[in-house]
DNA sequence: TTGTGGCCATAACAAAATATCATGACGTTA
DNA sequence: TAACGTCATGATATTTTGTTATGGCCACAA
């Protein structure tokens, strides 16, 4: 007769911290959804493990017994989990990802990655040109374009979306809000995506004010950068600038977001089959795109 | 960092009885499930817990290690949960049940209900006529009628679907094929309700075919056994009646089935609060009803 | 006292995990 | 070669778990 094992489980940290709240933080879950896991574990039990008053909680006898009893074993679980999966010697998963996707989405999202699949390790190698299978060791790439590329299976993560961006101080003191005040201020470009300027200045039909004099950076990171430092005005990948436009540290300029028909995608060698451990990546990959979406 | 914790369970019991299939039927879910659950866990720890060949699994050399380490740590919270379940010393939850219902359909049951809440006791007396919660100690009732009591809460089960019923052999020695044919046999009658074959004859427009002169028996559970006997026909409540009429020791006659405005409920008092262990028994009613009703 | 904030519970709803059924592949055995 | 036993997979349903929003209760500070 087991009890159920993910109420047992935030029990048992539950327990530890003495607080739901605090649990809650700790299993990074909301503290209703601790509430609940407990309240399902005294069900089963038919009796309560934790005895509530004002300010706080206290584990009742039976709690307290229960505590003690299976603490051990969640320990030896997780050591034993530890020990395994850091001997896991298998080849790690060989991953190239454009240069601007790795720096600006898949860093800060690697630590999820690897608290779902701690035994996966990965080899990230990043680059801006389409990848070649034959010629490349990858099992799986993240690349930029218009999704057909020959031998090769994709799946769409994003769309390219494009508006300039400067940094909050630069534009007030350049005092930008038409389209001609760029003008005024050094245009930022990318040596390997040339012709965003010109097509967003396109739709604009604006190509008159194209500055091909502005500086050049050799990837689209130090561009932004630049930007952020108030060098210029860059044309920005609005997807890939989430975190700097939530923070203050670039802001949009005349309000003329343009989709292109390019975007990031996956992909994967047509003629071999995808290895296990490249699936589960894409998965994961999946799932923090639905979350990225909104 | 644990793993998931119900795909370890799982995988516990399968690496014990080295098969999928096996643990299926131990763990009383399909065969399928063990297999996605074994993958889960594998995809966590990035390699092969079992390798699959003809006839059958074997451990790999980690799913060794990981079984002989987390098998102790399955036990102890067995063991443990053993333990509190046993002293538990909370008063029992009291039902009262309808008598019928109670042989027919709950006792079958219970083991169920035990599994999902080892702690609960339940104390279960019987009888016909509806509850008085004023003065009998009861948290929760279940009885037969129109769904309307004064002072009490009430929830449909299901309701009375009647129809003759009588032993196979009954029926092929008798020859019963029309209604008519009921003159020739014995009708067996229940004390507690008389009503029901007038009710079926008069939906059936023949009343003339009633027949007080049949066998009449204090409980309905004895009725059905005599029917069972062959001793003749039972009016029967169809619902309660399925595994008879499932495994053929029962069958139904002249295919006019009658629905009643009556039924059978759980009822409970209004003017105090339902204890938690009646909550607990009325979700695991509601849930055994859902699967019941297909 | 009257906010204000910390704590847990509950309801309504959304998302994720898990199960099922139906079927397939593959090898063994009669 | 057909029937069977084993595990895997796709489509889909169900159950479990989680979230947001809100409420009650108490303590503490203004």
Known sequence: MLPPLNPLHVFEVTARLQSFTRAAEDLRVS????????????????FRLFERDKLGIRLTPEGEELQRQISPAFRVIETVTQRLVASGKSEPL???????????????????????????????????????????????????????????????????????VCSPTLRRKANLHSIDDLKRVPMLHSHYRRTDWADWLMACN????????????????????????????????????????????LVTL???????????YA????????????????????????????
């Open 254 to 264: 005349f309000e003329q977001p343009l989709e292109r028909p390019l975007a990031h």
């Open 206 to 249: 604006r190509l008159d004010l194209l500055n091909d004099a502005g500086i050049s950076f050799p990837s689209s990171v130090l561009t932004y950068q630049a930007a952020t430092e108030g060098v210029g005005v860059a044309i920005g990948q609005l997807h890939l600038l989430r975190n700097e436009l939530r923070d203050g540290s």
């Open 94 to 164: 060989r991953l190239r990802v454009y240069t601007t996707f790795a720096a600006k989405w898949l860093i800060e999202r690697l630590p999820s990655f690897y608290a779902a699949y701690p035994g996966i390790r990965l080899s990230i190698s990043n680059a801006v040109a389409p990848v070649d299978f034959e010629k490349e060791k990858v099992d799986l790439a993240i690349q930029f374009g218009g999704g057909k590329w020959p031998g090769v299976e994709s799946e769409l993560l994003f769309r390219d979306l494009l508006q300039p």
């Open 267 to 294: 992909v994967w060698p047509k003629n071999r089959p995808l290895p296990k451990k490249a699936r589960s990546f894409l998965a994961w990959l999946r799932s923090r795109m639905s979350d990225f979406q909104r």
């Open 31 to 46: 503290q209703p959804a601790v509430s609940r896991q407990i309240q399902t574990l005294e069900n089963f039990f038919g």
